[in-house]
């Protein structure tokens, strides 16, 4: 059975860029949320993101920008390059022996905004021509693999919130099936622009507040943008470039709810993770950390921590459970890239990042989160776990590299 | 704003009935919005409608979990166009 092991992180979030960053974010509890305002939006109902800095944006999209280039593929493309420089890939690694899997939720929504501003408010009839190569949902995906020489199979999932997770796992299974031997995975959102915004204010499901996952009096998630990428690939492939390992990626689902588009099931979500710990070949009582889904909505709250219990037990002894999200946002489509990532961190930091601005455990669910301090793990595998709207659920398991 | 707090309350409850598309001889604040088949695409229009008259925004969360009765809803986002009046004048 071919091995799946991760050679390289690289992550853009509001943190900062690089993975190092980020995790430096959520170990410390500093949150990435600011206050972001649109020209377009003067009656906006929320104020918070968590946005990349000014200077990180200005270096992201302009310094290293292209014209051709949405932001969206800028963030996957530096994300990228970072997971590539940590895994030591060179030129002869790339071809058609490795995939790219880069998901969106929404593409290049800053490309959309501003022609769907120009010609309908402003009548412009001069728009940007290459709009619909820099707004289709793969276009991020595709630029990495034309900047690498990657030629193997791409895909661009996009399966909101589980987008990113589903990119790691399907590139996990093109490695296990043999297809290829490395693949470039992860997601990217750049999905802070006043026509997204405004449609989430519609919905309702952001908090004009503080982010507070777990906690009972959450009131709403805040959204996030970013990328994360990883370098997976087979044990042999890895070993035979004498690359380092900084983990393995030792299982994975992905399953549907089948049921309504917005209100999660807690069954599905908990045979989704009971499926990935089959598929590693692991207990749950091996499991010591879990990067929860954590949106701080009431739906995602009740639901995941059902779904958890049933899977790892009413009291979900020797586990700790945390939400990064007030943190680094909720990236969407980059989201289960960059908790990937965390969680990685936290197996190899031995350390469960804390869910900051918990106040107080809910009586509805009986959970008490990692709440605002970080709390050391004794643990040889981590969990990841993803529940998109649409009832699409995916969960990764990364368990530490023994050899 | 002198506003008796008697008007926005029926102000508060047509708006209700009509987002809600409820007659309004059906509706009354000890109705229950689930007897009155109110469902959370209705409950959306209704908080929409109130963003555009009054300037509230009320995420679809917990200040919603513990709302039952139309009288509920009228409290909530009297509190809510309270607190925006506050603001506003502060």
Same mark, same amino acid.
């Given at each position: 059975? +071919? ?43 929320? #104020? +918070? ?10 270096? @992201? +999209? ?24 940590? %895994? ?9 022996e490795?995939?790219? @899997?880069?998901?969106?939720? =929404? ?24 709009? *619909? ?5 793969? %276009? ?9 020489g990657?030629s ?38 750049a ?5 997204? =915004? ?47 390992i900084?983990?393995e ?28 710990? %089959? ?16 949106? #701080?909505? *009431? ?35 980059a989201?289960g890239?960059?908790?990937?990532? @965390? ?45 998109? =709207? ?14 | 704003? $002198? ?13 209700v009935? !009509? ?5 309004? $001889?059906?509706? $009354?604040?000890?109705? !229950? ?6 469902? $959370? ?12 008259? &009054?300037g509230? &925004?009320?995420?679809?969360d ?29």
């Amino acid at each position: 059975m +071919t091995r799946v092991v991760v050679t390289g992180l690289g992550a853009v979030s509001a943190c900062g860029l690089g993975a190092d960053l980020l995790w430096k974010g959520v170990a410390e509890g500093q949150s990435g949320v600011r206050p972001l305002s649109f020209e377009a939006l003067p009656n906006q109902r929320v #104020g +918070t993101a968590a946005r990349l800095s000014d200077e990180d944006k200005t270096r @992201v +999209t302009e310094s290293e920008g292209h014209r051709m280039r949405d932001p969206v593929a800028q963030y996957a493309l530096v994300a990228a390059r970072e997971a590539i420089e940590q %895994a030591g890939l060179g030129p002869n690694d790339f071809g058609d022996e490795c995939g790219v @899997v880069i998901g969106s939720g =929404f593409g290049g929504a800053q490309t959309l905004d501003d022609n769907y501003i120009a010609f309908g408010v402003d009548k412009n009839m001069r728009l940007d021509p290459m709009a *619909v190569p820099k707004i289709m949902n793969n %276009a991020a995906a595709s630029w990495v693999s034309m900047e690498t020489g990657a030629s193997g199979p791409i895909y661009s999932p996009s399966t909101a919130c589980s987008s990113a997770s589903q990119s790691i796992g399907l590139a996990y299974q093109l490695i296990k099936a043999g297809a290829v031997k490395r693949c470039l995975a992860g997601g990217a959102e750049a999905c802070l622009v006043g026509g997204v =915004f405004r449609v989430w204010e519609l919905l309702r499901v952001m908090t004009a507040e503080k982010n507070r996952p777990f906690s009972k009096d959450r009131n709403g998630m805040t959204l996030g943008e970013g990328a994360g990428v990883v370098v997976l690939e087979s044990f042999e492939s890895a070993q035979a470039r004498g690359a380092t390992i900084i983990c393995e990626l030792a299982g994975y689902a992905t399953n549907s709810d089948a049921g309504d588009l917005l209100r999660p099931n807690p069954d599905r979500a908990a045979a989704c993770m009971s499926a990935a710990l %089959a598929d590693s070949g692991l207990e749950a009582r091996d499991i010591g950390y879990v990067n929860a889904h954590g949106t #701080g909505t *009431v739906a995602n709250d009740v639901t995941e921590t059902t779904a958890l219990k049933t899977v790892f037990g009413d009291e979900l002894a020797g586990l700790e459970v945390s939400s990064t999200k007030p943190i680094h946002g909720h990236t969407l489509g980059a989201a289960g890239a960059i908790e990937a990532i @965390v969680s990685i961190q936290a197996l190899k930091n031995q350390l469960a990042p804390p869910t900051i601005n918990f106040n107080e455990v809910d009586p509805k669910i009986g959970f008490d989160p990692v709440g605002n301090e970080a709390r050391p793990l004794r643990t040889k595998a981590v969990m990841s776990n993803s529940l998109a =709207f649409g009832g699409v659920n995916a969960s990764l398991v990364f368990k530490a590299f023994d050899g | 704003m $002198s506003t008796e707090k008697t008007d926005i309350s029926q102000e508060l409850l047509e708006l209700v009935a !009509r987002e809600g598309m409820v007659d309004m $001889s059906e509706i $009354s604040p000890e109705s !229950r919005l689930e007897d009155l088949d109110i469902q $959370s695409a209705d409950f959306v229009m209704i908080l929409m409608a109130l963003e555009e008259e &009054y300037g509230v &925004y009320i995420s679809v969360d917990n200040e919603l979990t513990e709302v039952q009765t139309v009288q509920d809803l009228l409290t909530l986002a009297e509190t809510k166009i309270r607190e925006g009046q506050k603001d506003a004048t502060a």
